[in-house]
């Protein structure tokens, strides 16, 4: 199915998670994720969907510590 | 609701003759400067004269909390070390958690400051008005775990918190540190080695009792849902599950992982050190601070090596005993850092140092003459525990390193100079600015040296509009956002400055930076108010609160000034100006002119002279520290 992440239109095996989505995108934990701009959270990961024509956003958190 | 401060009690003790009292500080003034190096400067300027030795008698060591500190909500343990820094010659700030922060409020004390030297070693007990000096003989030289266990017995007391110097101090290592628990360090700006030259070993208080809201009911509106602000919040819920090294390997993803001394920013074998693989391998547990929910230290065991009991490796630690020094080996890591907890050294700059020695080797810059045979090479994970060693005691190449690297370079010569990854002579921390750009601002005009949480980093920026962190960041002026975080233009100084002044806040009122916050913590900007308010009855707008956070880091500039610094010495190690040769971000660096831009427009925003970098006249007397000018 066809996703736009971070504004860039890329293929992604149909009826993804969103933890699959972040394994098949190669992104290393902590992300932030928001599908259609709605912020998901870590605990639901796991359960989320992600499906045809959502608009992901994807963010690395990295900061201090 | 009452809009009056508290105020503060300052408990002065003299290490030279063995006296101590007591002073009130009036409400008015505290307000101004109402805790950690604020309070601290504000003390430390009243009568410290410019250009003594760090290491002398007349230097004073500050202990302060805040008026905050001790709230039942997390993130308010948190105590600021002040002093003149031996690393960097510079204002010295250092903080650390734990339970002490917190039990030195209970015993009524806001700050204590240590002045003299006392002629043979000393540990300081209080209890409330009770003040002891006591005999150290016993736990001279003995490590962090031992002295602790020493102490409680002789005071036949368990229920006490103790800060103290390991045998890195003792032996003014110009980084040693100031540990409290065994495994919570004051690590930055060499205060242990303050410590070690007054003869104090240990700052030993008993515990008390916990702090009470003035408005408890609306207090609890904070606190009672603070499980479900930990789901809902992506950074806080990771930080609690794999603690800050949980970033390292995205880090290296991006190919900004700092690698072989700053040589590179990608490590292949990073997935072996990063915080996923500490929770699946090592990890035996999870700690706190005082009365906080993220429990986000670590701790880790290794059986016949590595102790439970000194806690476990931060990012920070991961990255500069790990991939600074291109070792991949996490049991060596988790031992270097007990190790500096037992010797009582920063992990930062000893890292960053064995680092440095690693390339002065392989450049042949350091011979097997210097190190006494040691193979310092990169990769060679079994040396980084004999060093630690060498440099605790001073013995061999240790001594040379035990300077940090910038003097150690100096030392050597040769061109060694420019392997010295470090800021007015302390060594950088593990985030780079060549990914994060505003760090490259922040880092160089920081008035204590290169510091990661002494603002807030560029990648929230990035988030969407309408996101939580980014809605927050708007509420301090911050409101440009950005789709590439190595940008570094007039958005990100606005970031830089505005941030800088909201965390200088933070670290005024002694808070922790990974529960509040300007952007991703687990309470905000609005909710710290409410704290205030609720809390001591402390009616503060974040105008006030950002002046606070401005009028701290005014004093510290102002200090370094009275010292000879200036905008000369606000600079960045050549290499962050060159390009990464590999890696994700190959190509990646710090544009020299848009860094010379971006400098000098935060002197601009700042009100600081752009000649000098220093505070102007007028910035002082907007920020009610005309008294300065008069001393």
Known sequence: MIIKANNNTIHVPASITVRALLKELNYKEPVAVWINGEQVFLQDYDARLVKQNDSVRLVRIISGG | ?631
């Not at chain 2, 003034?29 to 009243?46: E, N, T």
């Not at chain 2, 005014?554 to 905008?567: C, K, P």
Request: charged letters at 25%.
């Open chain 2, 1 to 631: 609701m009452q809009n009056t401060f508290p105020k503060a009690k300052i408990l002065e003790i003299d290490l030279t003759d063995h006296k101590m009292e007591t002073r009130i500080l009036d409400g008015e003034i505290y307000r101004l400067y109402p805790g950690g190096s604020a309070l601290g400067m504000y003390l430390m300027l009243q009568e410290m004269k410019p250009g003594i030795d760090p290491l002398s008698p007349e230097n004073m060591l500050i202990f302060s909390v805040s008026a905050v500190t001790g709230l039942p909500i997390s993130g308010q343990s948190r105590m600021v070390i002040t002093t003149k820094s031996p690393l960097t010659g510079t204002a010295g700030d250092s903080q650390a958690g734990g339970y002490m922060p917190a039990h030195i409020k209970a015993n009524g004390y806001d700050s204590i400051i240590f002045r003299g030297r006392s002629e043979k070693p000393v540990y300081v007990y209080i209890d409330g008005d009770r003040i002891e000096f006591r005999d150290a003989k016993n736990v001279w030289g003995k490590v962090t775990g031992e002295a602790e266990a020493i102490i409680k017995q002789e005071l036949g007391e368990d229920r006490v918190e103790i800060a103290q110097i390991g045998p890195g101090g003792e032996n003014l290592v110009k980084y040693a540190c100031i540990l409290n628990m065994c495994n919570r360090a004051n690590g930055r700006n060499g205060v242990g080695a303050v410590m070690g030259s007054k003869n104090l070993k240990a700052l030993v208080v008993k515990k008390g009792k916990a702090m009470k809201p003035a408005d408890p009911e609306n207090f609890k509106t904070l606190t009672k849902d603070v499980k479900d602000r930990i789901a809902h919040n992506v950074a806080i819920e990771g930080l609690g599950k794999h603690g800050t090294d949980g970033e390292l390997e995205g880090t290296n993803h991006e190919g900004y992982l700092i690698t072989d001394n700053w040589k590179k920013g990608y490590f292949p074998d990073a997935q072996k050190i990063t915080g996923t693989t500490m929770s699946e391998s090592i990890l035996i547990g999870r700690e706190t601070c005082y009365a906080c929910a993220i429990r986000c230290k670590r701790v880790v065991e290794v059986q016949g090596k590595v102790d439970p009991f000194y806690g476990g490796p931060e990012y920070e630690t991961c990255a500069t005993f790990g991939s600074y020094c291109g070792n991949s080996n996490l049991e060596s890591i988790a031992l270097a850092n007990q190790l500096c907890n037992m010797y009582g050294i920063d992990t930062i700059s000893c890292g960053a140092t064995i680092s440095f020695a690693m390339e002065c080797y392989e450049k042949g810059l350091l011979t097997e003459k210097d190190t006494g045979g040691l193979e310092i090479k990169f990769g060679n994970s079994d040396v980084i525990s004999i060093l630690i060693e060498k440099i605790a005691k001073r013995e061999g190449i240790g001594d040379l390193l035990a300077e940090g690297s910038y003097r150690a370079a100096q030392k050597i010569g040769k061109g060694a100079q420019a392997l010295s990854m470090s800021v007015k002579g302390q060594e950088m921390p593990a985030h780079n600015p060549q990914f994060k750009q505003s760090l490259a601002v922040i880092y160089a005009v920081n008035p204590f040296g290169a510091d990661h949480q002494s603002s807030e980093h560029d990648v929230f920026l990035m988030m969407p509009t309408d996101s939580p962190e980014r809605k927050r960041l708007g509420l301090i002026g911050c409101t440009e956002g950005y789709d590439d975080y190595s940008v570094l233009d007039d958005g990100k100084v606005l970031l830089a400055v505005n941030s800088q002044r909201f965390y200088s806040a933070l670290d005024t009122l002694c808070l922790c930076q990974f529960v509040w916050g300007p952007a991703w913590q687990l309470y905000g900007p609005e909710e710290l108010l409410q704290m205030c308010r609720f809390g001591i009855g402390w009616d503060i707008s974040l105008n006030e609160l950002m002046r606070i956070g401005e009028r701290r880091i005014n004093l510290m500039r102002y200090f370094n000034a009275r010292e000879g610094f200036s905008s000369k010495d606000d600079q960045l190690p050549e290499r962050l100006f060159e390009p990464l040769p590999d890696g994700p971000a190959k190509g990646a660096h710090v544009d020299k002119e848009k860094f010379e831009a971006a400098k000098k427009k935060y002197y601009e925003l700042a009100g600081w002279g752009h000649g000098t970098g220093n505070p102007t006249v007028s910035t002082l007397k907007n920020l009610q520290l005309e008294w300065l000018l008069e001393k």
